[in-house]
T-cell receptor
Framework: SQTIHQWPATLVQPVGSPLSLECTVE??????LYWYRQAAGRGLQLLFY??????ISSEVPQNLSASRPQDRQFILSSKKLLLSDSGFYLC??????????FGPGTRLTVT | AQTVTQSQPEMSVQEAETVTLSCTYD???????LFWYKQPPSRQMILVIR??????QNATENRFSVNFQKAAKSFSLKISDSQLGDTAMYFC???????????FGKGTSLLVTP
């Protein structure tokens, strides 16, 4: 069966510091991968998606970037965090069909 | 642009009763997909049910079923025999046939009481 991992689960970082969140998927090959952000009291907003190694599409211009160095690894990064980057970050995967399956998420607080 | 509206910010239901959560959406696309996701206190998003727009038959998954009205652009979720574990935030989501992004509503917080 497929599983998706995200780490860290919780992160507190000062403004201006770098960020690296990692997501890995097991049990499937060549998945589509996604990064979403959920602000307090709201639904999810798609930040990036990837249909293959090295292929990244950005949905929202922002202070963040994404990379896919391996087939089942998706990384969300920032060189300098802003207060507005605080939120709950969810990674998701899909293969055939349109349903997406989500990881456990990372709660990021920028102080 | 596609929008998803959930007009009920909070709902409450007693255990074993039935509850219906509302969702409407706006799109000019003819082929698309609709989803209900559940987000319990752990905050992991869990897929509850999926509906293809070209299918007239309403999707059903155990105690969960939908009422899909394409002309009205309505996609409600019915939970039968509610259980305490159904307490969660429920999100309606939409995706076009050619797209990658799930467009989410703002969610309905459901509380199941004993």
């Amino acid at each position: 069966s497929q599983t998706i991992h995200q780490w860290p689960a919780t992160l507190v970082q000062p403004v201006g510091s770098p960020l690296s969140l990692e997501c890995t998927v097991e049990g499937t090959s060549n998945p589509n991968l996604y990064w979403y952000r959920q602000a307090a009291g709201r639904g999810l907003q798609l930040l990036f998606y990837s249909v293959g190694i090295g292929q990244i599409s950005s949905e929202v211009p922002q202070n963040l970037s994404a990379s896919r160095p391996q087939d089942r690894q998706f990384i969300l990064s920032s060189k300098k965090l802003l207060l507005s980057d605080s939120g709950f970050y969810l990674c998701a995967w899909s293969v055939q069909g349109n349903e997406q399956y989500f990881g456990p998420g990372t709660r990021l607080t920028v102080t | 642009a596609q929008t998803v509206t959930q007009s009920q910010p909070e709902m409450s239901v007693q255990e074993a009763e039935t509850v219906t959560l509302s969702c409407t959406y706006d799109t000019s696309e003819s082929n698309y997909y609709l989803f209900w996701y559940k987000q319990p206190p752990s905050r992991q998003m869990i897929l509850v049910i999926r509906q293809e727009a070209y299918k007239q038959q309403n999707a059903t998954e155990n105690r969960f079923s939908v009422n899909f009205q394409k002309a009205a652009k309505s996609f409600s979720l019915k939970i039968s025999d509610s259980q305490l574990g159904d307490t969660a935030m429920y999100f309606c989501a939409f995706m076009t046939d050619s797209g990658y992004a799930l467009n989410f509503g703002k969610g309905t917080s459901l509380l199941v009481t004993p």
